[in-house]
């Protein structure tokens, strides 16, 4: 399984970014999906998650804001960021669990990671 994220970038405050993950060795739909960040100085934490029967979850400082969605059949998923602010500037990392339906929340229940892409928002 390879997960390579693209997309981060410098964006002003208030600005938008999506993120790509391309997913290859499971499939977008048939697995848990999500994103986490880590931001200098603090711990990975989790950003937001789509299952495989197309439910989503997000983090409670981003709700609103960052949308998670995936495209099956370029096994693609994604992570639309609007309004951003100086304190969405981390590493994005994309991940797959093993598990399907039930949301997680923990990096340990994820098995598979991409090497992440830098975000940083500028004030």
């Known amino acids: 399984v390879q997960l390579v994220e693209s997309g981060g970038g410098l964006v002003q405050s208030g600005g938008s970014l999506t993120l790509s993950c391309v997913v290859s060795?499971?499939?977008?739909?048939?697995?848990?999906m999500g994103w986490f960040r880590q931001a200098p100085g603090k711990e990975r934490e989790f950003v937001a998650a789509?299952?495989?029967?197309?439910?989503?979850d997000y983090a409670a400082s981003v709700k609103g804001r960052f949308a998670i969605s995936g495209d099956s059949a370029k096994n693609i998923l994604y992570l639309q960021m609007e309004s951003l602010k100086p304190d969405d500037t981390a590493v994005y990392y994309c991940?797959?669990?093993?598990?399907?339906?039930?949301?997680?929340?923990?990096?340990?229940?994820?098995?598979?990671w991409g090497q992440g892409t830098q975000v940083t928002v500028s004030s």
């Open positions: 991940a797959s669990s093993g598990r399907q339906y039930s949301m997680r929340y923990l990096q340990s229940d994820y098995d598979y």
């Open positions: 060795g499971r499939t977008v739909n048939g697995n848990l």
């Open positions: 789509l299952s495989s029967i197309g439910n989503t």
